[in-house]
Each structure stands twice: as C-alpha cells, then as structure tokens.
C-alpha cells in the first residue's frame, strides 16, 4: 500500500516562506505525478499545482511566480517552496500523486498539514 507524508506545515507573517515536503512510500512501479491541494475553512478543495515527468509543472494562477514545485525522482519525494505567503494561502495542504501500480493507476491522499498565514 502506498502512503504519502506530508511536513513542513506551520505558522508566518505574511510576506514569510515556507517548504512543503511529501514523501511516498510503499510498493509502485513509479509515479508520473505529483502535487498538492489546498483546502480552506469553509471552502472546497483547490488544485495548486503540479508536477509531472519530473519538469513539467502547472500552477494556479493565484500562485504563479510564488510557489515552486519540484521533484526528487531518487527519493520520491514533491516540495512546494512557498514565498511570499499571503494570508489566502492560509488552508491545509494535502500532497497528491498519481501512483503506477502494474497496469493500474492510483489515486493518493496524504493526510495534510496545515499553514496559516497571519498579517
């Protein structure tokens, strides 16, 4: 079974950064992509972005030329840089990948952490 572990949540000022990491872990053949969501209190969850093959990457646009995404193919591993953090960015953010198990693919969740962002 696969898992994904997020960290790197957590508390700043507004104009402040923060690193997401999510790691994967368990039995796959590979994953061709990964990338991270985010859900607000009261709100649906949200794509942020995404990367796939390892350099080709999508953002949302309220995030572009902030957040980068990025891979560690050896690891397993998506990151989220996150600069300029503003007090939207406030929601918890859940690390997705889609998991080549076989002949199928997965659809996974990790659990989220949460990154609050005060003025």
């Known amino acids: 079974q696969v898992q994904l572990k997020e960290s790197g949540g957590g508390s700043v000022q507004a104009g402040g950064s923060l690193r997401l990491s999510c790691a994967a872990s368990g039995r796959f053949f590979n994953i061709p992509t990964m990338g991270w969501y985010r859900q607000a209190p009261g709100k649906q969850r949200e794509f942020v972005a995404l990367i796939s093959g390892g350099v080709n990457t999508n953002y949302t646009d309220s995030v572009k030329g902030r957040f980068t995404i990025s891979k560690d193919n050896a690891k397993d591993t998506v990151y989220l840089q996150m600069d300029s953090l503003k007090p939207e960015d406030t929601a918890v953010y859940y690390c997705?990948?889609?998991?080549?198990?076989?002949?199928?693919?997965?659809?996974?969740w990790g659990q989220g952490t949460p990154v609050t962002v005060s003025k």
């Open positions: 997705h990948a889609v998991v080549r198990g076989g002949a199928n693919l997965n659809n996974i």
